[in-house]
């Protein structure tokens, strides 16, 4: 199994940026979920969508300005972030684990798999 994300790069405030991650080796329903870190911070899970029925989930910081979507054929998830603030500066990680997101998704402890990180910076 392997990830790869991309799309990070410095945005203005109250812009946007679309977050990719390719994932390849999978053989059965597997969730992915997109994780940050900032300097000196623990890394939180931000979002996560399950490739078997597509349920998402949202920290609560982002709610409403984010958006993770899935594209079978491409085998990629994307993380859509508008709005962006200076607080969403951060090391962006997409991680993988089979099954479904489920209740504990912001545990970055449940994923096997992890690709490497984009930076994404929200600098004026």
């Known amino acids: 199994v392997q990830l790869q994300a991309s799309g990070g790069g410095l945005v203005q405030p109250g812009g946007s940026l679309r977050l990719s991650c390719a994932a390849s080796?999978?053989?059965?329903?597997?969730?992915i979920a997109w994780f940050r870190q900032a300097p000196g911070k623990e890394r939180e899970g931000v979002s996560c969508i399950s490739s078997s029925d597509g349920s998402t989930y949202y920290t609560d910081s982002v709610k409403g300005r984010f958006t993770i979507s899935r594209d079978h054929a491409k085998s990629t998830v994307y993380l859509q972030m508008n709005s962006l603030k200076l607080e969403d500066t951060a090391v962006y990680y997409c991680?993988?684990?089979?099954?479904?997101?489920?209740?504990?998704?912001?545990?970055?402890?449940?994923?096997?798999?992890w690709g490497q990180g984009t930076q994404v910076t929200v600098s004026s």
């Open positions: 080796g999978f053989t059965s329903d597997y969730a």
């Open positions: 991680a993988a684990r089979y099954g479904r997101c489920g209740s504990s998704w912001p545990n970055k402890r449940i994923y096997d798999y």
